[in-house]
């Protein structure tokens, strides 16, 4: 009996006897397209025991021939093999081999065990003590015109650990050697054989293959955008005074591309926009972050040295990971260069700011700034050349349309809006009063521009629960609205064509009681003496809201703001 005992640990050892713990063999379909798998568990992993022949956009039959794939699986690009697995399943790391090679005792004890009993050159057969059956389907080098090599001779299998941007670990076995080998110079476009090993269950990571557009991460806050324009579902954020997009912008428009070019890097990572695009690609109430805004969201997360940890998705990055504090969830979604190549999906994450750099004021800006991620907790500002294609990340205006409100005097609607904290109606004050004019005296222009009023009669021609703004309130508007405040506060029509409307806040030209068509002055509700009384001023020529003083007996425009 001891004898029986005794013999029985020993084929556990050398995995011939299949009853044992180590070495339990079963199966696995796969739902997607119902092809069965057998399976076997080595020690604590359990592993596919037949390479995977699951489709993909970018996997390839050895030669092209459909009767390879039968015998070897497909040999697949990492981009495709990273995704491939069934879920429950993920493509092995470099940590889960090493694994596989210290139950066998090493590499050099390794390869003989791994490979199948047969199909191997040169007397490279293996003794499959395990039940791994690995067999030499060979490789498709991707280098120039794709070529395919070494069936009978190797079998590759890649990992999901990166060594860089643009290669990925890979363990290999030879006809030639009874060890493996485990090395990282093989492009990523290679086609190599995919293992796939089952997920444990009391691991939190989330793998790649089960990573989509839907997944919701922790600390997301805010309403679920819909973006009118294609009707896709954005998670939304709100990170201090901010509400930001939780995931990168994925609306198609001309120069946005997908990471290589591949559909499925799209519905994770979105598009890549070159800046001229990026700079129109948000939805309605969303635009492209302002380098100031993006500081602002830098310095809430704790900084330049830390914000990148904090603001980094937990998964997908292939070192320095982030902890997702504020639900930003960025995931590293790389970018394309000027010359068209594809760089840093996994190790890098680059969000376009609206801000042009100038290395000097006379140059042309042909660079703009950037907020980047890379492998570091830390995170940073930078300029790049505008026709490089970088992600986007919006940011929600500083406003929100209001319900209309009626003037119960003359049964006139104005829109109203909300501008930080603010409430301003969205159109000039048209109340006709005493000492209150239409421009030329036309009554045409009182329809289409307001109503104009001496500083006296300004004071009293908002209606009940509005009043006229003061001059802190103004400035509190200006604030609101950034530097280039005339800018976004101008109305894209009349005469004056160069403003954004980037706050909705509708200051077509006209109405001043000089210079028809080029300025815009509104009456503040705060004199500097008797005679002198604060005015905003916006002039066609200059993208700036500027302060100034007037006589109170000029006639000017009308904005209320709420009580």
Known sequence: ??????????????????????????????????????????????WMAENLNYKTEDSHCYDDKEENCKKYGLLYTWDDAIKACPVGWHLP????????????????????????????????????????SALPAGERISFGKAKYGAEGDKAVFW?????????????????????????????????????????????????????????????????PLIDSRDGKTYRTVVIGEQIWMAENLNYEMEKSYCYKNKESNCSIFGRLYEWKSAMSACPTGWH????????????????????????????GWNNFGGSDEYGFSVLPGGHKSLTDLFWGRGGEADFWSCTSFKYKKSDSAVNAYYLGFFYSDGVGLFHDYKYDARSVRCIKDVKSLLSPVTDYRDGRTYQTIAIGTQIWMMENLAYKMENSYCYDNKEDNCKANGRLYTWSA???????????????????????????????????????????????????????????????????????????????FLNNGYEFAVMNLKEASFGLSVHCIKD
Request: proline share 3%.
């Open 1 to 46: 009996m001891i004898k029986t005992i005794a013999l029985v640990a020993f084929l556990c050892v050398i995995g011939i006897f299949t009853g044992c713990e180590n070495h339990v063999e079963g199966t696995l379909k796969d739902s997607r397209d119902g092809k069965v798998y057998k399976t076997i568990k080595i020690g604590s992993q359990t």
């Open 288 to 315: 492209l972050p302002r380098k100031k805004e993006l500081e602002t969201l830098i310095e809430t997360a704790g900084g330049m040295s830390i914000a990148g940890k904090k603001l980094k998705s937990r998964i």
């Open 458 to 536: 300004a004071e009293k021609a908002c209606p009940i629960g509005w009043h006229l703004p003061s001059k802190d309130e103004f400035e509190t508007l200006i604030k609101t609205a950034g530097p280039k405040a005339g800018k976004t506060q101008k109305s894209k029509s009349g005469q004056n064509k160069d403003g954004a409307a980037n706050y909705g806040y509708s200051e077509s030209p006209n109405r001043s009681n000089e210079n028809v068509g080029f300025t815009e002055r509104y009456w503040t509700s705060t004199k500097m003496s008797d005679s002198l009384v604060y005015f905003v």
């Open 159 to 223: 990992t999901s650990t990166e060594y860089y941007v643009d290669c990925s670990y890979f363990m290999m076995l030879y006809s030639q050697s009874n060890s493996a080998d485990m090395s990282w110079y093989m492009d990523k476009d290679n086609g190599f054989s995919v293992r796939c090993i089952m997920n444990n269950p009391d691991d939190e990571f989330i793998y790649p293959n089960e990573l989509d557009s839907s997944l919701a991460l922790k600390g997301v806050a805010g309403d």
């Open 93 to 132: 790391s470099r940590k889960d081999y090493e694994m596989l090679y210290g139950f066998f005792g090493g590499l050099f004890a390794t390869g003989k065990k791994l490979k199948s009993k047969s199909g191997w050159k040169n007397n490279g057969n293996g003794s499959d003590a395990y039940g791994f």
